[in-house]
């Protein structure tokens, strides 16, 4: 009897693919209700399987099962049948909404989408021209020390002449030296921190 009921079902299964749009909904409906109809049958004919005789228990199980999983089958096609039918109705209407839609110059996401761009442009502008403001102050800042190294120098030849002049002994001279070496690395010093901070403004400026 079951077997038979799954058979019509298959019949009916062929009937969706031919079926309009107006239709397909009432001959889902009826697969469902016979689908549903046949795993009621089917659990009343397992439980009168469960009291056959041990010698016939499990063949008749066997062939309750079989009809169980030709029935899940059929309602795994039919949930199938109804996700792609759903699915192309769906890019139906979105392609129907997106051809009927009319674009104007007053349309609100095309004024949105244009006060974004506007907005990021000028917040662009404005990054460059601070990255220009901070590049002019760093080469300033360079250019301060690379005079106060050359006065260094000039300082440093003059105490070398007058230390030479007064015959000063080595040992002054080496610590004059030591001194000019030290002014000479903190120089160097300052400019690789300011150089580093630069770097760093610009890469968090960008």
């Given amino acids: 009897m079951e077997k038979m009921q799954i058979h019509e079902v298959q019949t009916h299964m062929g009937r969706l693919e031919k079926a309009d ?8 409906n009826e697969i469902q209700a016979r689908i549903d109809q046949i795993f009621s049958n089917l659990e009343r004919l397992e439980i009168l ?6 010698n016939r228990r499990q063949n008749a199980k066997l062939r309750v099962d079989q009809l169980k999983y030709d029935c899940q089958h059929l309602q795994t096609a039919l949930k199938n049948f109804q996700h792609r039918r759903y699915t192309r109705e769906q890019q139906d209407r979105e392609r129907e909404e ?10 609100a996401d095309t ?4 006060d974004e761009t506007l907005q990021f442009n000028t ?10 403001d901070l590049l002019g102050s760093g080469s300033s800042v360079l250019n301060g020390l ?10 440093q030849k003059k105490v070398l002449d007058v230390a ?7 040992t002054v001279m080496r610590l004059i030296e030591k001194r000019a070496f030290q002014d000479k690395f ?13 770097i760093l403004v610009i890469k968090y400026l960008t």
């Fill in 111 to 114: 004024s949105i989408a244009i």
């Fill in 186 to 198: 903190i120089m160097i010093s300052g400019m690789v921190v300011t150089c580093l901070v630069m």
């Fill in 164 to 170: 030479n002049m007064l015959g000063m002994s080595n």
């Fill in 98 to 107: 997106l051809l009927s839609r009319t674009f104007t110059t007053n349309d």
């Fill in 123 to 132: 917040s662009l502008h404005n990054a460059h021209r601070g990255m220009d």
């Fill in 146 to 155: 690379r005079e106060q190294r050359m006065t260094l120098k000039g300082a």
């Fill in 49 to 54: 399987t469960s009291k056959e005789p041990p």
């Fill in 21 to 28: 749009q107006q239709s397909v909904h009432l001959v889902e």
